[in-house]
């Protein structure tokens, strides 16, 4: 048995979305039979982003588990001869059977594009969004800089999303107008999500347009209410561009805005299997939910012990967040007092 991973492009045009659907043809769909008419045997592919009806993608990544003995590297020539010319595989690899597209810690990053003029072009109709109100790019940049960094992004998902936390951290978001009359909103972060780009966009077009001044996207951020935030910009105007997932571990995660300041020191995560979480500063609200996310995320990484402490003392022994329940372990001679959070289910794995 082994792993391959696939570097996936598609139009999706024609397609309901990525995820196999009962009411339409997906990606996935076309995957699971195209793989399985060429390797003899069943195959159903696991993605990494299920992007929606309509959206296409420039690099989506899946992985599939195959018993055939077909060079990894060799597989996405074999693949495209058998796939619509909407859809290819950009490159193939063989990965560790461990290896998992959706629980990698990587980098997304997506385009939308707003075709903005008084009239149409019909050959950007499938691409972009058309806006014939004249957008200030100058103002969405201006709004679009208080997105930017760790924050509760609420207002930006679908009321009905599944996240089991709605804290996320965007790296950059850039607004360029090219000469075409596009103006393409690239964001990077290290997950969105059900809707979060959309809404992100047909926000900053609300700005572009003068409904909204740049600020008042910060007090969307800050209310975490889906009412607050401007209309799901259209699907075709969205294109996954690419996941860069990390090689090698962060020394560092921080994050940092009006509620909380935090480190994560991984530096001794692969030498020595520790991981230390100092707060320094949190809303007492915000509290369980960032040491239950940041533990996690630092199990996930690879942590056998990781250690905790609040600046501003407020946790104890026997607290339990998600699968980890708090045993204090020393005080500093600053008074500074250490935790260690202990699986209380070590035999699940955790998701």
């Known amino acids: 048995m082994k792993r391959v991973k696939l570097v996936v492009a598609y139009d999706g045009t024609n397609y309901c979305g990525w995820q196999l659907q009962q009411n339409g043809v997906t990606i996935e769909e076309i995957l699971n039979r195209a793989l399985s008419e060429l390797l003899k045997e069943p195959v159903a592919v696991i993605g990494a982003s299920r992007t929606d009806s309509g959206v296409h993608a420039l690099g989506n990544v899946a992985v599939f588990d195959t018993e055939n003995r077909m060079p990894g590297d060799k597989v996405c020539f074999a693949l495209n001869q058998r796939l619509p010319k909407d859809i290819r595989i950009q490159s193939s690899e063989e990965v560790p ?3 998992h597209p959706r629980k990698q810690n990587c980098v997304k990053t997506y385009e939308y594009k707003i075709l ?3 009239m149409e072009i019909p050959t950007q109709r499938l691409y972009s969004h058309f806006c014939y109100w004249p957008l200030n790019e100058e103002n969405m940049r201006k709004a679009a800089s208080f997105l930017l960094g760790e924050h509760d992004f609420a207002s930006f ?3 009905k999303h599944q996240a089991e936390d709605t804290v996320r951290t965007i790296y950059a978001l850039e607004i360029v107008r090219g000469t ?3 103006i393409t909103i ?3 972060g290290n997950g969105f999500l059900y809707n979060m780009v959309r809404i992100i966009a047909g926000t900053l077009m609300k700005v572009g347009m003068g409904v909204y001044p740049p600020e008042h996207v910060k007090e969307i951020l800050d209310a975490r209410d889906r009412q607050q935030a401007g209309q799901t910009a259209p699907a075709c105007g969205l294109t ?3 996941l860069d997932y990390e090689t090698k571990l962060r020394p560092e995660i921080t994050g940092t805005n009006e509620d909380w300041d935090y480190v994560l020191d991984q530096r001794e995560v692969e030498t020595e299997g520790n991981a230390w ?7 007492s609200e915000e509290l369980f939910r960032l040491l239950k996310r940041v533990i996690h995320q ?4 690879g942590a056998a012990r990781i250690y905790v402490t609040d600046r501003e003392d407020r946790i104890c022994a026997g607290q339990v967040y998600g699968y980890y329940e708090l045993q204090e372990i020393k005080t500093e001679d600053n008074g500074t007092r250490w935790f260690m959070a202990e699986n209380t289910i070590p035999n699940v794995e955790k998701p």
């Open 298 to 301: 630092a199990a996930r990484n």
């Open 180 to 182: 075409d009359d596009v």
């Open 157 to 159: 998902c679908t009321v």
């Open 116 to 118: 903005n003029r008084k």
């Open 186 to 188: 690239r964001i990077s």
């Open 277 to 283: 979480l100092t707060v320094r500063r949190c809303r």
């Open 97 to 99: 059977l461990s290896w």
């Open 240 to 242: 996954l561009v690419s």
